[in-house]
């Protein structure tokens, strides 16, 4: 058996991951780190400890607690890390950065430490497109390209980055890095835009479109990501870091009135708001790296994968409901109160 510790494994990604892997690997077992910050929900797993008792276990805690982390690795001897804890949302990084730095940064240098000296095979810092910067109308994001990030967030996965690098080329430690472009799909917090829109859509509420909505993101569906995750993990060359993207670029206004109009709601609820400051105007990643030499490519159409993420919203009331009626209403307030 091989045993994955899987970071941030309450949250978005880390929670669709964690059903992935137990539904596609059974030789390995998980065990799950999260701090439960207001990202990460535990109902985002609900079931998961009965359906799996011997290959699932929870463990609450912090990634940049040192001391806490040297003793679970030490007690557990994990074969592969997957680092997916993080503060993950832009806005939020304008508004505070310090947490982003402890978390984004330091976390990763603390489990890198641990992995290196409790001699973890693996280790995959799941990173971003966002470290590349903001593209103009042509051209794609590829590996080679210098690191140039905008925001607070991107700054500290850039630097999370270089500590991995830094890891592999000083201590000759196994380490690689997936970076992947904007995630949509089920779990996914309602303050990033498609949930946002979706749920607010769905009261009739106003939708907040930041600028003119002509800025561009290239939309992967989650399963997309968790499978080239686990090939980065399995196949992936230490040192290297590899792009992921769904093949989808589209302007944010153009997913909010098809949000809209699959919802039979009025184009007149959309608002536009002052823009986001230091916003990137497009992103889009090249992804031959990981096709070639993994044979890693999206397979769920933006079409199909946005149909089954607004039913999904839509069908599960009582996870929305939840979400909604903590912190994240009053983080909402002041967002979006006078703006
Ligand atoms: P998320 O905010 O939904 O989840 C983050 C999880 O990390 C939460 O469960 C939270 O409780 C946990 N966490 C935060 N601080 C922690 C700490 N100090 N110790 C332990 N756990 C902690 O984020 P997400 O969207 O699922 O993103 C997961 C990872 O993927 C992040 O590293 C993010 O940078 C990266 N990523 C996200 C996207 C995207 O579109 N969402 C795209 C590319 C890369
Ligand atoms: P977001 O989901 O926050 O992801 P990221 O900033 O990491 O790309 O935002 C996606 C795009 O949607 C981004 O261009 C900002 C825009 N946006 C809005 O226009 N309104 C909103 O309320 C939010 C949350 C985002």
Redo the contacts with the bound molecule.
């Keep these: 058996m091989v045993k994955v510790l899987i970071?941030?494994?309450?949250?978005?990604?880390?929670s669709n991951l964690v059903r992935h892997v137990l539904s596609n690997h059974a030789d390995w077992n998980v065990v799950n780190?999260?701090?439960?910050?207001y990202?990460?929900?535990l109902e985002n797993l609900a079931g998961l400890d009965k359906d799996y008792p011997k290959r699932y276990s929870f463990v609450r805690?912090?990634?940049?607690d040192a001391k806490f982390i040297n003793a679970l690795f030490a007690k557990e001897k994990f074969n592969i890390v997957l680092?997916?804890?993080?503060?993950?949302?832009v806005d939020r990084s304008i508004e505070d950065p310090g947490v982003f730095l402890s978390?984004?940064i330091l976390?990763t240098q603390i489990l890198l430490d641990a992995s290196l000296k409790n001699k973890v095979e693996r280790f995959v810092q799941?990173?971003?497109?966002e470290v590349y910067g903001s593209l103009g109308k042509e051209g794609r994001f590829v590996e080679t390209m210098n690191m140039a990030p905008n925001s607070p967030y991107s700054a500290s996965?850039a630097s999370a980055d270089l500590m991995v690098r830094a890891y592999v080329k000083t201590y000759n430690f196994d380490a690689t890095i997936t970076r992947?472009?904007?995630?949509y799909g089920p779990y996914?917090?309602p303050e990033?835009l498609i949930p946002l829109m979706v749920l607010n859509a769905s009261e009739d509420k106003e939708l907040p479109v930041y600028g003119d909505g002509k800025n561009v993101r290239d939309w992967i569906y989650v399963e997309d990501?968790c499978r080239g995750i686990v090939a980065v993990a399995q196949k992936g060359k230490s040192g290297e870091a590899y792009n992921m993207g769904g093949d989808a670029e589209k302007e944010n206004i153009e997913i909010i009135k098809l949000i809209l109009d699959s919802m039979n709601k009025p184009h007149s609820l959309i608002k536009f708001v002052k823009d986001r400051p230091g916003h990137d105007f497009r992103y889009a990643m090249d992804f031959t790296k990981i096709k070639n030499d993994l044979g890693w490519t999206p397979q769920t159409t933006f079409e199909k994968g946005i149909k089954n993420t607004i039913k999904w919203y839509l069908e599960n009331n009582q996870w929305c409901a939840s979400v909604r009626s903590g912190t994240y209403k009053d983080y909402y307030q002041r967002m979006y109160g006078n703006r």
């Design positions: 970071t941030g494994g309450c949250g978005f990604i880390g780190l999260d701090l439960l910050t990202a990460g929900n805690g912090d990634i940049s680092n997916l804890a993080a503060e993950s949302h978390t984004n976390g799941i990173s971003t497109d996965k992947c472009s904007n995630n996914q917090f990033k990501h």
